[in-house]
Structure formats: C-alpha cells, structure tokens
C-alpha cells in the first residue's frame, strides 16, 4: 500500500501542474467563504484538461481521468490552500497605540475574542501625514469630527509597499455615520478600496452588514503594479438628499438610499462621527481627511 500512495503522490505532483491554477482558485473560493473582508473570489472555468494517473500493482492498471481525477486532487490540495491562509492571524504591532492626541478607536469583536487589543495596532502621525500599521482589524475616529445632513467626506490612502504585511489585498477606506462608537451597540457606515481593484461597502449595526456582498471589482479603482508596488486610492463618502454614494478616484461606485442603510440592524441615522476604517495586517497612510458641505 505503501508503494500504491508513493506512485500516486508522485504522479499528482507531476500531471497536476497544469491545472495548478485552477486548484488555487478552488481554494480561493473556499477559503474566503464567510470571512470579513475578503476580496471577492475569481471566476472558475468549469472545463478540466484531462490528466491521468497510471499505477501497477501486480499486473492491474488503474487510469483517474478528468473531474474523478481533479476531485481526488482538491481533496490533497485544497485543505493545504485554506490552511495557509486561515493562517494569516492578525499579528502585534511593536509600540502599538494611538499616538495622535483627540483620536481613538475600537477593534473588531472578532479581534477582541481572539485575544487582540487596539494596542496592538498604531496609528500616529508624522507631519501632515496620518501612518497606519495593523495588527487587528480597526476603525479609528476622532470624537470632534461631526458630520450632519449633507456632507462629503474623503482622504488619501497609499499603500507605500503593497501587501508588504499580508498574504492576500486587505481593505482600507472612509467611515461615516458613526454612533455610539466603541460601545456594544455601535453603527457606521464604510467604503473601503484594495489594492487589487475591488470595494466593499458595509457597516456595523453593530453586527456586520454587507451592501455590495462580498465587494465588486470597479476600473475606477487603482490597482498596483506588484507586491511591494505603491498604490493610491482617494476614497470619498457622500450623503446628498435621500442616498449616500461612495466615489473612488474621482468616480462614484456605488450609491444607496437612505432607506437601504438607515434602521434596526443598520444605522441610526446618516448623522455622526466620520474617520477611517482599515483591514488587519495592513500598512497604509492617510492624507487630506477633511469633511464638506454644500
């Protein structure tokens, strides 16, 4: 049996390259599947190239073809794809803290149950400039910053080195509406961009809600050139009459009436506390936070 497994592992290795990218895909789908924050899963290709795997024991030949064969494979592979991403926990920041006078924030309930602090992430300031590193999952206000009925508010996000901190695009952008902030029955609003070229709108009311699912790619985001490449996104919230909008990069993404975002479960009203929101394991700065009205 031995030399059965042996034969059949090293005849995987071999004949699966091809559909290397496929299994990846696979594992993506999976693994991101009702985890927050995760950039939406690509597209799968439904046509298999066929492989074969050929075997002796004594004079049989035993031949696995087509989906029997990519099924078998999923099942070694796909474990090994979640594994090293389920592995991704959020980390501590070394000198973590909020270090600009008048700022606080909260970390996700999530964060919190797994033993995480908002020390262990850092926001600071250096110039005009705001850097963040995290650490856990975080959303940052100043209690000072108040916007009410019609209002914009948007900032410059640059990822200096993309994914430097993470193994897959993590989140970034602008909350508004925020009440009760910090507190177990907290509400705000966020659009947030990844550095792949997708958003996500959501909110937490308080439990998380979702309104563009699980996010959507959209070319008025920027994508960066490689790991390790800047990235820039200008990330705008806007409340006019009965919609919020969220723009990016000049370019409105997605807009929602006040209805869809405003009751039990949501917000409490489009009135409050406006600041930033950022995804765990990320490496960001922010610049030109300002708030406008008509």
Not at 252 to 264: L, M, N, Q, R
Request: charge should be neutral.
């Amino acid at each position: 049996m031995g030399h059965f497994a042996g034969n059949l592992a090293g005849n995987l290795a071999g004949n699966l390259a091809g559909d290397g990218a496929q299994l990846q895909a696979i594992g993506r789908v999976w693994g991101t599947a009702g985890l927050d924050e995760r950039p939406p899963a690509p597209h799968i290709r439904h046509s298999v190239t066929p492989v074969q795997v050929h075997f002796s024991r004594g004079n049989s030949i035993m031949r696995l073809k087509n989906s029997s064969m990519l099924a078998f494979a999923a099942v070694l592979v796909v474990p090994q794809l979640l594994s090293a991403q389920a592995g991704e926990e959020s980390r501590t920041v070394a000198g973590g803290g909020v270090m600009i006078p008048g700022w606080t924030g909260v970390i996700d309930a999530k964060e919190t149950a797994a033993g995480m602090k908002l020390e262990n992430a850092k926001l600071s300031m250096d110039g005009k400039v705001m850097d963040v590193v995290t650490g856990p999952a975080v959303t940052y206000w100043n209690p000072a910053n108040m916007a009410k009925g019609d209002y914009t508010v948007k900032a410059t996000f640059t990822e200096p080195e993309y994914m430097n901190v993470n193994s897959h695009p993590h989140p970034y952008g602008i909350v508004i509406a925020g009440n009760d902030l910090g507190t177990a029955t907290q509400s705000y609003l966020y659009c947030a961009a990844y550095g792949n070229g997708n958003f996500i709108v959501r909110g937490m009311g308080p439990e998380p809600f979702q309104m563009n699912g699980r996010g959507e790619a959209s070319p008025a985001v920027h994508k960066a050139a490689a790991k390790m490449a800047p990235v820039t996104q200008e990330i705008a919230m806007s409340v006019k009459g009965d919609n919020v909008s969220c723009s990016i990069n000049g370019t409105v993404v997605g807009t929602y009436p006040k209805s869809a975002v405003i009751g039990a479960g949501k917000l409490k009203s489009t009135d409050g506390m406006f600041g930033m929101r950022f995804g765990h394991n990320t490496d960001a700065t922010v610049s030109g936070l300002t708030m406008t009205t008509p």
